[in-house]
């Protein structure tokens, strides 16, 4: 019903920045809260960034000051903005959508997830 298609990761050096995107199709995204979460070979899937169909933003605790989420609802897009990239921040990044309003760092309350971009943060 709703396809989320991410881009903009790639290869980056620590320090420098990436925009990623997500565009949705299939359903607006105007009346929905969208969110960012993002998964490392071993590791638990965290939540990076999230946005309510009202515009409050949430970012999760070890991107704070580093990363900002906005959303553009007339070309049904959210991005993400990265400074300041760090090798622990390698890592798949999903775009997630939310069907009913839910607690916004939950990956559990979220319906339809993106393929992923890989974001690779080497020296």
């Known amino acids: 019903q709703v396809q989320l298609v991410e881009s903009g990761g790639g290869l980056v050096q620590p320090g420098d920045s990436l925009r990623l995107s997500c565009v949705a199709s299939?359903?607006?995204?105007?009346?929905?809260?969208m969110g960012w979460f993002r998964q490392a070979p071993g590791k638990d899937r965290q939540f990076v960034a999230g946005?309510?169909?009202?515009?409050?933003?949430y970012i999760g605790n070890s991107m704070k000051h580093r990363f900002t989420i906005s959303r553009e609802d007339a070309k049904n897009t959210v991005y993400l903005r990265m400074n300041n990239l760090k090798p622990e921040d390698t890592a798949t990044y999903f775009c997630?959508?939310?069907?009913?309003?839910?607690?916004?760092?939950?990956?559990?309350?979220?319906?339809?997830w993106g393929q992923g971009t890989q974001v690779t943060v080497i020296r």
């Open positions: 946005i309510t169909w009202g515009g409050r933003e």
């Open positions: 997630a959508f939310q069907s009913r309003d839910g607690v916004i760092v939950s990956d559990s309350t979220y319906d339809y």
């Open positions: 299939g359903q607006s995204i105007g009346s929905h809260n």
